[in-house]
Nanobody, 125 residues
Framework: QAQLVESGGGSVQAGDSLILSCVGS????????MSWFRQAPGQEREFVAS????????TYEDSVKGRFTISRDNAKNAVFLQMNSLKPEDGAVYSC??????????????????WGSGTLVTVSS
């Protein structure tokens, strides 16, 4: 049974940095494109970033470009989200998700095959 587990969330001040991690098990992790999504209270879940199965192609939502970096370490079955210059509006529950094998990465929730339960990021001004 595939499982994705996120970690690294917390409460920080505006301008601080955090790195989120997502470790997969029960799936051939290195074959899956991976994405990060976030959902703030009362808001729709939104795409943050994706990375293809090779790690060579990344895509970002406009508001995080230049501040967030997605990466993966297939030897550790892990995908990461480095978040710099955090803003209060970045506060949300961040979830990782696996889309399809050999995929290029997707920004669509409907394309995701597996989801983690999320980790909370709170950014105060």
């Amino acid at each position: 049974q595939a499982q994705l587990v996120e970690s690294g969330g917390g409460s920080v001040q505006a301008g601080d940095s955090l790195i989120l991690s997502c470790v997969g098990s029960g799936l051939i992790f290195n074959l899956y494109a991976m994405s990060w999504f976030r959902q703030a209270p009362g808001q729709e879940r939104e795409f943050v970033a994706s990375i293809d199965w090779t790690g060579g192609r990344t895509t970002y939502e406009d508001s995080v470009k230049g501040r967030f970096t997605i990466s993966r370490d297939n030897a550790k079955n892990a995908v990461f989200l480095q978040m710099n210059s955090l803003k209060p509006e970045d506060g949300a529950v961040y979830s990782c998700a696996a889309s399809q094998p050999y995929g290029s990465g997707s920004n669509s929730t409907s394309a995701m095959a597996y989801w983690g339960s999320g980790t909370l990021v709170t950014v105060s001004s």
